[in-house]
């Protein structure tokens, strides 16, 4: 049988092992801390999150830890949604909020996104990493590679960019159905079909206003057969009312349209004419949505300006917006 003494020992030496591997690298402590997250052991994970708090890490690393290690970092995240466990649940959404900070950082960067186009056009195992980078980049990624596309000295980069275009995804639909305002028809043909490759049916008001007022034919045509990819019931009806019933998919908050989860913030793009660029507005998350509805709302009317029910969503939009917080209202609306 063990002695007073001994056990003592013993215990005072786990507590030193503990102690010392709290104070372990960055990269230590995350493993360990999605570890014993997996096994249920939440008493010594809170130790190994508190331990990645109090070392201020970079969030870009932890961003890349948590991708080296995609199915633990799953697994905190169902966690964090499930445990009863408050003070584990606070502790880890921290984290969390870490990594998300990581990933916006650097799908923002602006070095990091024109570079990545311009790797398309080097080679071909750097167009597959640059065609990550750009996926990764969303939203963000969609004014360079327009710039790029439009710049007469990089004619050479137009077909690689074009077909990676479609390839950045879901996230990529806002900024390219507010440039579909521009007037460089070649490179407004290529975003018409790049949004019949992605599929998602908030592009389809915007397409069927090409295919009711585009002067080009041939503009029209590409317009109506993104349409037909996308959902072929849609072609039989109006723009207004495609626009009227994106309205209403934001109105209610559609998965489809949520705003990317690695910031406060929701962005609102339109098409600058002057600069022949696209800008971009960030707006709360509490009432981008509602900004959205009346910004598919104010299209509805733009093109039929009788359409009841649109005005009745903007208003009741408007209200939502407004009990959300929104101070004012942005003056990009109109």
Same mark, same amino acid.
């Given at each position: 049988?063990?002695?007073?003494?001994? &056990?003592?020992?013993?215990? /005072?030496?786990?507590?030193?092992? #503990?102690?010392?591997?709290?104070?372990?690298?960055?990269?230590?402590?995350?493993?360990?801390?999605?570890?014993?997250?997996?096994?249920?052991?939440?008493?010594?994970?809170?130790? +190994?999150? *508190?331990?990645? #708090?109090?070392?201020?890490?970079?969030? &870009?690393?932890?961003?890349?830890?948590?991708?080296?290690?995609?199915?633990?970092?799953?697994?905190?995240?169902? @966690?964090?949604?499930?445990?009863?466990?408050?003070? #584990?649940?606070?502790?880890?959404? %921290? &984290?969390?909020?870490?990594?998300?900070?990581?990933?916006?950082?650097?799908?923002?960067?602006?070095?990091?996104?024109?570079?990545? @186009?311009?790797? /398309?056009?080097?080679?071909?195992?750097?167009? +597959?990493?640059?065609?990550?980078?750009?996926?990764?980049?969303?939203?963000?990624?969609?004014?360079?590679?327009?710039?790029?596309?439009?710049?007469?000295?990089?004619?050479?980069?137009?077909?690689?960019?074009?077909?990676? /275009?479609?390839?950045?995804?879901?996230?990529?639909?806002?900024?390219?159905?507010?440039? #579909?305002?521009?007037?460089?028809?070649? @490179?407004?043909?290529?975003?018409?079909?790049?949004?019949?490759?992605?599929?998602?049916?908030?592009?389809?008001?915007?397409?069927?206003?090409?295919?009711?007022?585009?002067?080009?034919?041939?503009?029209?045509?590409?317009?109506?057969?993104?349409?037909?990819?996308?959902?072929?019931?849609?072609?039989?009806?109006?723009?207004?009312?495609?626009?009227?019933?994106?309205?209403? *998919?934001?109105?209610?908050?559609?998965?489809?349209? %949520?705003?990317?989860?690695?910031?406060?913030?929701?962005?609102?793009?339109?098409?600058?004419?002057?600069?022949? %660029?696209?800008?971009?507005?960030?707006?709360?998350?509490? +009432?981008?949505?509602?900004?959205?509805?009346?910004?598919?709302?104010?299209?509805?009317?733009? @093109?039929?300006?009788?359409?009841?029910?649109?005005?009745?969503?903007?208003?009741?939009?408007?209200?939502?917006?407004?009990?959300?917080?929104?101070?004012?209202?942005?003056?990009?609306?109109?």
């Amino acid at each position: 049988m063990l002695n007073r003494k001994t &056990v003592a020992a013993i215990v /005072l030496a786990q507590f030193l092992a #503990l102690a010392l591997s709290f104070g372990a690298g960055l990269e230590d402590n995350w493993n360990d801390f999605l570890h014993y997250v997996k096994i249920g052991r939440f008493d010594l994970a809170k130790g +190994y999150a *508190q331990a990645i #708090l109090d070392s201020n890490p970079d969030p &870009v690393k932890l961003k890349d830890l948590a991708r080296q290690n995609h199915y633990g970092y799953q697994i905190l995240r169902r @966690v964090v949604e499930d445990a009863t466990d408050q003070e #584990l649940v606070d502790i880890s959404k %921290k &984290v969390i909020n870490l990594v998300e900070e990581g990933l916006f950082i650097t799908r923002s960067n602006d070095v990091i996104v024109a570079e990545a @186009v311009r790797e /398309l056009s080097v080679s071909e195992r750097g167009k +597959y990493i640059a065609t990550r980078r750009l996926y990764n980049a969303g939203e963000y990624a969609i004014p360079f590679m327009l710039d790029a596309m439009a710049d007469p000295a990089r004619k050479n980069e137009f077909v690689n960019i074009v077909a990676t /275009l479609p390839k950045v995804g879901r996230d990529a639909i806002r900024p390219l159905a507010a440039c #579909l305002q521009m007037d460089n028809l070649p @490179v407004k043909a290529e975003v018409v079909k790049a949004l019949g490759e992605i599929g998602y049916t908030h592009s389809l008001g915007h397409l069927k206003y090409i295919v009711e007022t585009a002067q080009s034919q041939e503009l029209r045509a590409l317009a109506a057969e993104s349409i037909r990819r996308i959902d072929p019931e849609a072609a039989k009806l109006p723009a207004a009312v495609l626009f009227y019933k994106t309205a209403e *998919q934001y109105y209610y908050h559609a998965e489809s349209l %949520k705003p990317a989860e690695d910031a406060d913030f929701g962005n609102v793009w339109f098409w600058d004419a002057a600069s022949k %660029k696209l800008t971009r507005e960030p707006v709360d998350r509490d +009432y981008f949505y509602q900004l959205m509805a009346m910004r598919n709302c104010e299209w509805a009317l733009k @093109v039929d300006e009788g359409f009841g029910q649109a005005i009745g969503l903007w208003i009741a939009a408007f209200f939502k917006a407004e009990a959300a917080g929104v101070e004012q209202m942005p003056a990009y609306f109109g």
